[in-house]
């Protein structure tokens, strides 16, 4: 009957062991079920039949323990046994393990083999008389090659004796005759074979609390992976913790005797195995087989061989990346090899990688995780992969990568360019970290052109930050080093002067320069700053160049900007940062040239952008961005998406006085009228104004407040207020010889609030100026007012005329809030609204971009969260699109827009 057993205590038992408890070997107590199957060979002995029990397994799975305890139990049980060990080292001599066993009774060297088999026999028959006989034979595969001749013979006549043979044999050492092993196997009618691995879980807990006593959970898993569940080095490592002298090394300490161990485990008839073994443990988590075979001089075939020699022995697990079956082994094995063999080790996989076409952050990961930066030639080959990583990978991603480079044992100057270029990346993403790099970066330069590069970098941190005392002392203290050492050029002086002047208009506290000048730089007039400036090369320049920019396009150059912007767009390498403000700058551009939709498309993916930027809506570069995505949301009819995009990024309360959130405010009072708070309204652009009147002419460009403001002042029945203002404006105006579109503004609100002769010759001048500039929305208001004066003094025919063509010019532009103001008023004048009919035309700039979503398959809530409104009005504007486009649902948007 098969022996049914759960415990080593009851294995005793069975065997009828005359004493109760055995003592147990470390790592037995997960091997109840192999146990089970030498006792059931133990107990057919002793019932007058023999077997053949193989034990195989991996290094250090415990097969010596197995027999070991298979040993004492026959002893204690009244068997003779007869124990041996066979040896690498003493594998060349001939009948060696014979010898052994026998206590030298056989003379191999007078004796044929056919004898010495024979006198085998007799010899154990004759003791087999006497009581059960256990033959244990350790290392099976190192037994010679006539000892295993005579073993297979033995097994093979042993029918019907009460002998039983126990082997163990090493996994993956293919030295023993393969042929004769067989033969053995088959030689006897009763035979087992014991296969072992790593211990259960349960088995290694169970190891760690008998050791160890109660450790944290974490730690006993540590100990677990570290070791990999190999009885052996599970041992070993918990002896070496139990005496606690691991310092701080904690569960991953690696005991002397590994190195040992291993060493003693390899098989000689594969010399490749601890080239490939050293190269496996240099290489890490790039441990291709290509690259192994490369690194340890072996050819392709020969690594093959290890590769399977050290998986059979349960200490390499193949695949494409070849790995350590158990980490402490590759440790010991690492530590093993030399300082000086490393570096030449290093340099071969670096040019392997190479070749092989390995990504830049590959290398980098490989160099840094491997702990390879001893040389210069290293640090070399870590700095162009670091290079060329940065040039040819995404913004977001660069921080990763730097970071971790920056974790190997860099000189200064590599590590100054490293923090440089973590700084630059971070300017794109998080101005606060990139302020500290930075400034880590430009302590440790020596050379006087880096450090100013360098500041100037860090001085739009901290100009993004809110730190502007600080950024301009930066900048001062680097352009008057420049001069002082006369190493400045023209196009570096005057990019710190833009730079320098930007931060001092945006924050009032600082003490003001004279325009754009700066002592030593080359005279510029303020229009032209941003063609000095690239901010795709410089990310510290970006937001210089957007206040510049702007500038230049209150000066009236939206052409130019335009293609500007799109050419900055093009360009690769562009982070998040610099998106959103070419971006912004392109829908205002868009939306003064009267192309809303298209206004809104960018407004749209800036959105998206800011959402993805951890904390940034107080940064300064994304408040600068708000003001044209917030006009663009109230003229496309969505100011309540505009209201939500304003409390996402936290500018619904008091805003500071620096110039971004002034011309916010401007912004904020728009969002506020057309949702019907004319009050707050009031309140936002009042405040704005009040603040212009601070800056005392240090503002880098008007704001339009009293454009907004007068209006919202008329519906509210403060006319007088209303003209008053309105005159300013256009008195301003006037003064500063401003292009059309500013001045046709301002002639078209003087006329709104004047009314009478008077208002209604404003307003024909205010057509005729705008019909000379670009700003199509600007004409289509200045027409709609003008047409309703016509209509109200009774003229109504050449009234309707004015405001149908407003209605046609805002309605081609997908200005949903002024083409419904300017339809309504046709209604109210007798004129009739031509239906926007059905189509992709008829769609409102919203309808589009949510139809577009939608049939890109976004759902509702992606929707949602995207452009910042609530599901109901994606709801909302998906009905309307199914209308206009004929559509039952998503299914059909693709093919109708596609049309359309």
């Not at 970098?457 to 006369?486: F, I, K, N, V, Y």
Request: glycine share 8%.
């Amino acid at each position: 009957m098969p022996v049914r057993l759960d415990s080593i205590d009851e294995l005793s038992h069975s065997i009828r062991l005359r004493t109760p408890r055995l003592p147990v070997y470390r790592g037995l107590g997960g091997r109840i079920a192999e146990l089970t199957i030498v006792a059931e060979g133990l107990a057919t002995v002793a019932d007058g039949d023999g077997s053949l029990i193989l034990v195989e397994g991996g290094a250090g799975t415990g097969k010596t323990a197995v027999l070991r305890w298979a040993a004492q139990a026959a002893r204690e049980s009244g068997h003779i046994v007869f124990s041996v060990a066979c040896s690498s080292y003493e594998s060349v001599f001939e009948l060696n393990l014979i010898e052994q066993l026998c206590d030298e009774r056989v003379d191999s060297a007078t004796t044929d083999l056919q004898t010495v088999c024979r006198d085998l026999y007799r010899f154990v028959v004759d003791a087999a008389r006497r009581a059960p006989v256990l033959i244990v034979v350790d290392d099976l595969q190192w037994c010679d090659r006539s000892s295993l001749f005579c073993l297979a013979f033995l097994a093979r006549r042993l029918g019907g004796h009460p002998v039983t043979i126990l082997c163990s044999q090493l996994s993956g050492d293919d030295g023993i005759d393969l042929v004769l092993l067989d033969e053995m196997r088959r030689a006897h009618h009763t035979t087992s074979r014991i296969r072992l691995g790593p211990l259960p879980l349960s088995a290694v807990e169970e190891m760690i609390e008998d050791e160890l006593g109660t450790v944290p959970a974490s730690q006993r898993a540590a100990i677990a992976a570290w070791t990999g569940t190999n009885p052996f080095l599970l041992a070993e490592v918990l002896g070496t913790l139990r005496s606690g002298t691991t310092g701080e090394e904690g569960p991953t300490v690696v005991p002397p005797s590994v190195l040992a161990w291993f060493l003693g485990r390899l098989p000689r008839s594969v010399p490749a195995c601890l080239p490939v073994a050293r190269a496996v443990a240099v290489l890490g988590d790039h441990a291709a087989p290509a690259l192994v075979a490369d690194a340890a001089s072996v050819s392709a075939a020969e690594s093959a061989h290890a590769v399977q020699a050290l998986h059979g022995l349960g200490l390499l697990r193949p695949g494409e990346l070849l790995a350590f079956s158990q980490p402490v082994v590759r440790a010991a094995v690492l530590g093993s090899i030399p300082a000086e063999e490393l570096a030449p080790l290093h340099q071969v996989v670096g040019e392997h990688l190479r070749r092989i076409g390995a990504s830049s952050s590959a290398i980098v990961s490989y160099l840094v995780d491997s702990q390879a930066i001893t040389h210069d030639v290293d640090v070399a080959s870590l700095m162009d992969a670091v290079r060329d990583a940065q040039e040819n990978m995404p913004v977001p991603d660069q921080p990763t990568l730097l970071r971790k480079a920056l974790a190997a044992a860099l000189p200064a100057e590599a590590r100054c360019e490293v923090l440089h270029m973590l700084g630059r990346a971070e300017l794109d993403l998080d101005a606060r970290t990139a302020a500290a790099h930075l400034d880590e970066a430009r302590r440790l330069t020596t050379d006087l052109r880096h450090r100013v590069a360098i500041a100037a970098d860090q001085a739009h941190a901290l100009h993004a930050l809110g730190r502007d005392d600080r950024a301009t002392a930066l900048l001062r203290e680097s352009a008057d080093a420049l001069l002082a050492d006369g190493v400045g050029d023209d196009e570096q002086l005057a990019q710190l002067a833009i730079q320098l002047a930007t931060v001092v208009a945006n924050a009032p506290g600082v003490q003001a320069l004279s325009g754009w000048s700066l002592m030593g730089a080359p005279d510029l007039a303020a229009p032209d700053a941003w063609r000095v400036i690239d901010p795709v090369r410089s990310p510290a320049l970006m937001l210089s160049w957007h206040t510049a920019a702007r500038v230049a396009l209150a000066a009236g150059d939206p052409w130019g900007l335009l293609a500007s912007c799109t050419s900055r767009l093009s360009a690769p390498g562009l982070g998040p940062v610099r998106q959103i403000l070419v971006r912004s700058l392109r829908a205002e551009i868009l939306l003064l040239l009267g192309r809303v939709t298209q206004a809104v498309a960018e407004t749209t993916i800036v959105m998206d952008l800011i959402g993805h930027l951890d904390g940034a809506g107080q940064q300064v570069p994304v408040v600068a961005a708000l003001p044209p995505l917030v006009d663009t949301l109230v003229e496309s009819g969505e100011a309540d998406r505009a209201s939500q995009l304003l409390a996402a990024t936290g500018h619904t309360g008091d805003l500071p006085s620096r110039w971004h959130h002034t011309a916010l405010l401007a912004s904020r009072g728009r969002v506020r009228h057309a949702l019907g708070d004319p009050i707050g309204a009031v309140a936002d652009l009042l405040e704005c104004g009040r603040r212009m009147v601070t800056w005392a002419g240090r503002a880098p460009h008007p704001l339009p407040w009293r454009v907004h403001a007068v209006p919202v002042l008329v519906d509210i029945g403060e006319t007088k207020f209303a003209q008053r203002l309105a005159a300013e404006e256009l008195a301003e105006a006037r003064r500063r010889g401003s292009q059309p579109r500013e001045l046709g503004i301002a002639l078209r609100m003087a006329g709104q609030a004047a009314g009478g002769e008077e208002g209604m010759r404003l307003r024909v001048e205010a057509v005729d100026t705008l019909e000379q500039s670009p700003a199509a929305l600007e004409l289509a208001r200045a027409l709609g007012l003008r047409g309703q004066e016509l209509c109200r003094t009774g003229r109504s025919r050449a009234g309707r005329e004015q405001l149908k063509r407003a209605c046609a010019i805002a309605g081609e532009a997908g200005a949903v809030m002024l083409y419904d103001e300017l339809t309504t008023c046709l209604r109210e004048a007798g004129g009739r609204v031509r239906r926007r009919g059905y189509g992709v035309e008829a769609l409102t700039a919203s309808e589009r971009q949510v139809a577009r979503m939608a049939a890109d398959g976004r759902t509702n809530r992606e929707i949602a969260g995207i452009l910042f409104i609530t599901q109901r009005t994606v709801e909302m504007h998906l009905t309307q699109a199914y209308r206009k486009l004929g559509v039952a649902g998503r299914n059909g948007l693709s093919t109708a827009l596609a049309g359309g």
